[in-house]
């Protein structure tokens, strides 16, 4: 059975669609690139202990955590998109 959550007045199960795209819409999140993508959002994810219980995070500010981190590591280990970004 499906795990909801539970507060004080109240029961839910939230849920959030969050769309990944490149600056100017550039096909670079391919194979090995996209592959290093979804592992830091994973390890970011894992490193701020992600199953949010209560109010003390917001959406906007988890995905600019998620994309600033993710977008600093692959431009440092991909030297080829320093030119394109």
């Not at 499906?2 to 769309?19: E, F, G, N, P, T």
């Amino acid at each position: 059975m499906k795990q909801y959550r539970r507060a004080s007045h109240c029961v839910y199960d939230l849920r959030y669609h969050i769309v990944w795209i490149t600056k100017y819409g550039k096909p670079v999140l391919g194979r090995e690139i996209g592959a290093r993508v979804r592992d830091l959002i994973r390890m970011i994810c894992a490193s701020l202990d992600l199953e949010i219980v209560e109010g003390n995070i917001s959406l906007s500010w988890l995905v600019q955590r998620m994309k600033g981190l993710t977008s600093r590591k692959l431009l440092m280990e991909n030297k080829r998109l320093n030119k394109a970004f």
